[in-house]
């Protein structure tokens, strides 16, 4: 609720909050694990937050140490309220269905939160140790409940509140160490079943696991600063743009995850595979193989399309031209950057690059060579339908097929897709080039009858042409086209001398445009703003303050973390972790067909950590 968050610490001395009173902060283990730290009237707390990979729930551990020289009483544990349950695809709309809280029967002395409609559709158990008082009950006390005989129902909009806790003593010098796990579940037993198999490993060893998981795939960096930001950007994109899906077990990828995006729960070619990708490989290059896969067969059929649910169907309609082309030059780079030729026989795979292909043929003009498209990169209408940014995306797109086709010895696809690439590459320059107020410029869209409009697209930015390998740097028609989308010419500078493209409403600065400088070899100033920039509490977000960098708009932004991620990597050549390498089993040879490495398939669980 807007007064109680889903679970908070309770740490009373003499009917005092602790926490509420006491100075807290606030640091990320590993670049990505939550620690508080709280000090007062000696008393010291110090609270961990963990969410294990590859288990349904979280734990939430406390130590309190009494540095005092007399014994203490407190009250501690936690609470918490639960209010409102949303269904979320790029807006959020309140659920129906009613909220449950009981003391389990199954297991007594144990909360769980149960939301159902017709059945129950998922659940939440708070299983602490050591073991603790527990309470349920309504906003308006008729339902109170310490027993498992009561359920507290609540209607939606309505609060549920929960806790749990004690009266424990501390000897002077002593410690107290606590723990809630909290398992979800599709209902109460698997709930508190998950909150159990945790509990038995032991938050200490769930923290250590967690903490070597992410040590080994931290990247490095000399600076510092730069060295938070690039890993807490990453982490939040592996860990915020993909899921497993409670009823079914199965892969979800989505650009944001947070309901305080206008893109949460969709999938967007381009976010998935151009922007989260990258950054994933950088932690784990057989994940990165899955979210591939994911995108050659759930996401295939309608391939190019805005945008999509998590299942594949078209959330919005429109043909999106670059997006089109992400999966094609997706493989490319994972198979660049890891040398895992397998993925290449994979039947899937090859069905994908086919359809692709034809979707594309459908697309081209006969004569021109160029190929139309409905909406730009950032998913506006296009005034004209060929757009320069999305015809070199199929030229880059062409020309990873013929790399492609040439790793697997075949030799006639990789010279047709190269010589379709090089037509289309004198098709642009043909078409594209206009007189611009500094000269010879790349327009944004034709339509081939003489008209242009002048422009740029961040998510799709003229920019990256040499970072793409189309162009060279130093092209004059490229440098009047930088130039022009610097200048008071370019109407999203907000009239103001630019230092970066702002947003169309001027709002603030569009941060894509600051990782397109530093793909581009700007980066000395982009990486000036990055370092004093807020974003959103450092994680990537569409729209930043043009003075503080603070996030403005499209906050939690998991797609574009991951491209933050990779554009500063990119940009500041840092070193990749193993993780991101295939280990090589055996020396590369002239066989043709190559297996997969044995880690692509399926992911082998422990029994203890």
């Known amino acids: 609720s807007d007064k109680l968050p889903f679970l908070a610490p309770i740490v009373e001395v003499e009917g005092e909050d602790i926490v509420e009173r006491g100075k807290v902060e606030y640091s990320l283990v590993s670049y990505w694990i939550p620690r508080f730290n709280v000090s007062s009237q000696g008393i010291t707390i110090e609270m961990t937050l963990i969410a294990p990979p590859d288990r349904r729930g979280f734990v939430y551990a406390m130590t309190v140490t009494n540095n005092s020289a007399s014994r203490v ?81 609540a209607r939606p909009g309505e609060p549920l509140y929960y806790q749990v806790w004690d009266e424990l003593a501390i000897q002077p010098g002593k410690s107290q160490e606590l723990a809630v796990y909290v398992g979800v579940g599709l209902e109460e037993v698997s709930a508190i079943a998950s909150a159990q198999e945790m509990k038995s490993q032991g938050w200490n060893r769930l923290f250590t696991s967690l903490k070597g998981w992410l040590d080994d795939r931290t990247i490095d960096c000399e600076d510092q600063e730069l060295k938070l930001l690039v890993n807490l950007n990453s982490f939040y994109n592996y860990f915020y743009c993909q899921a497993t899906s409670l009823d079914t077990e199965e892969l979800a990828v989505v650009t944001a995850r947070s309901a305080k995006s206008d893109a949460c729960a969709s999938y967007r070619d381009r976010d998935a595979l151009l922007w989260s990708l990258p950054a994933i490989l950088q932690v784990n290059w057989s994940q990165a193989r899955r979210i591939l896969i994911h995108g050659f067969t759930t996401q295939l059929p309608n391939v190019g399309v805005r945008s999509r649910y998590i299942n594949g169907i078209v959330l919005e309609p429109g043909i999106q031209l670059d997006q089109l082309c992400a999966p094609i030059q997706a493989l490319r780079y994972y198979v660049q950057v890891t040398g895992d030729i397998s993925v290449l026989f994979d039947r899937r795979v090859q069905h994908g690059i086919n359809t692709i292909q034809q979707n594309l043929a459908a697309l081209r003009h006969p004569q021109a060579g160029l190929f139309e498209t409905l909406l730009l990169p950032s998913g506006q209408l296009s005034n004209l339908p060929y757009v ?216 082998p669980k422990k029994a203890r950590l």
């Not at 949303?86 to 199954?106: E, F, R, T, V």
């Not at 000395?524 to 960098?549: Q, R, S």
């Open 388 to 603: 320069c940014y999305s015809n070199v995306m199929v030229w880059k797109a062409l020309k990873d097929l013929a790399w492609l086709y040439d790793r697997i010895r075949d030799i006639d696809r990789s010279l047709e897709a190269d010589e379709l690439a090089d037509r289309i590459r004198l098709a642009i320059l043909n078409h594209f080039l206009v007189d611009g107020p500094y000269g010879k410029m790349f327009a944004l869209s034709v339509d081939l009858e003489g008209n242009y409009e002048l422009g740029d697209d961040p998510d799709g930015s003229l920019l990256l042409l040499p970072h793409y390998g189309f162009c060279s740097a130093d092209d004059p028609a490229y440098l009047h086209t930088v130039q022009w989308i610097r200048s008071e010419y370019n109407s999203t500078t907000c009239g103001e001398e630019l230092v970066f493209p702002c947003s169309c409403d001027g709002a603030g600065y569009s941060l894509v445009s600051v990782i397109n400088e530093l793909l581009s070899g700007n980066k000395d100033k982009a990486l000036d703003f990055l370092k004093k920039a807020e974003l959103d509490d450092g994680i990537a977000c569409e729209i930043v303050d043009k003075d503080t960098g603070a996030a403005v708009k499209g906050a939690a932004h998991a797609s574009l973390a991951g491209y933050l991620a990779f554009g500063l990597t990119n940009a500041l050549q840092m070193q990749l972790p193993a993780t991101a390498r295939v280990t090589q089993l055996r020396r590369p040879s002239e066989v043709l067909y190559q297996p997969p490495p044995p880690e692509a398939g399926w992911t």
């Open 73 to 153: 009483s407190a009250k501690l544990g936690w609470r918490g309220c639960w209010q409102r349950t949303y269904h979320a695809a790029n807006l959020s709309k309140l659920m129906a269905g009613l909220k449950h809280a009981s003391i389990s029967q199954y297991q007594p002395g144990v909360p769980v939160l149960e939301y159902r409609g017709h059945v129950p559709l998922f659940a939440a158990a708070f299983v602490t140790y050591p073991s603790l008082k527990c309470e349920v009950w309504c906003e308006n006390q008729e339902c109170q409940s310490t027993t498992p005989t009561q359920d507290c129902e």
